[in-house]
């Protein structure tokens, strides 16, 4: 079993729908999770974390967690054409800092 | 804005070959990490420093790389010699940490990363 399992892709979403992706972990001592954005050819960057169970919310992103569950997802409301990207998990484990990443899932908002 | 700066953008090399990447972290960031990206997949850890002590380097192929940070700030990643399958992104991160102390709980920034090509 992976560390982080996420959502096989390619998703496809219209214009103003919302984007729902999702992330399961292995690691029940698991404590942060974050979600980072890819662009083709580009380096990921960060847009949302969470420690909390339950929902955190910041402009259009929510992302939420459920700890009991081991499951992180990211929706994306109102999602605009400059939203496609690879959108990657990435959880930090109970000990250490380091970041174990999920393979991505590539989202395409269609106009 | 700070940011983690990379170099080189781009290189393609022969196999067999040595190639090296520089990467210089946000400034104050104790914690740096090597990520190496195979297109289509999550980065993967390659190192992880603490200042200028290797914290975690189980995912090192150590038999060809090779990875510094003598002074505690930049960091070089060395292949030698470079395969095929080494053909990837490498990305290198930072995260504020306080020295002595393992960082804990915020993300990473991300440099621009090496597009290595092996030909």
């Known amino acids: 079993q992976k560390e982080v399992e996420q959502n096989s892709g390619p998703l496809s979403v219209p214009e103003g729908a919302i984007a729902s992706l999702n992330c399961t972990y292995s690691d029940r001592g698991s404590q942060s999770f974050f979600w980072y954005r890819q662009y083709s050819g580009k380096s990921p960057e960060l847009i949302m974390f969470?420690?909390?169970?339950g929902d955190k919310e910041d402009g259009r992103f929510t992302a939420q967690l459920n700890k009991a569950s081991q499951y992180v997802s990211l929706l994306i409301r109102d999602s605009q054409p400059s939203d496609s990207a690879t959108y990657l998990c990435?959880?930090?484990?109970?000990?250490?800092?380091?970041?174990?990443f999920g393979e991505g899932t590539q989202l395409t908002v269609n106009p | 804005e700070a940011e983690v700066a990379q170099s080189p953008r781009y290189k393609i090399t022969e196999k067999s070959q040595a190639v090296a990447f520089w990467c210089d972290p946000i400034?104050?960031?104790?914690?740096l990490y090597w990520y190496r990206q195979i297109l289509g997949q999550g980065p993967e850890l390659l190192v992880q420093f603490q200042d200028e002590s290797v914290v975690d380097d189980s995912q090192l192929p150590k038999d060809r790389f090779s990875a510094e940070r003598l002074k505690g700030v930049d960091s070089t990643l060395k292949i030698q010699p470079a395969e095929l399958g080494d053909s990837a992104m490498y990305l290198c991160?930072?995260?504020?940490?306080?020295?002595?102390?393992?960082?804990?709980?915020?993300?990473?920034?991300f440099g621009s990363g090496t597009r290595l090509t092996v030909v």
């Open positions: 991160a930072s995260s504020l940490g306080y020295r002595g102390k393992t960082d804990d709980g915020y993300g990473y920034t």
């Open positions: 969470i420690y909390s169970n």
């Open positions: 400034s104050g960031h104790a914690t």
């Open positions: 990435a959880v930090k484990p109970a000990s250490g800092s380091r970041l174990t």
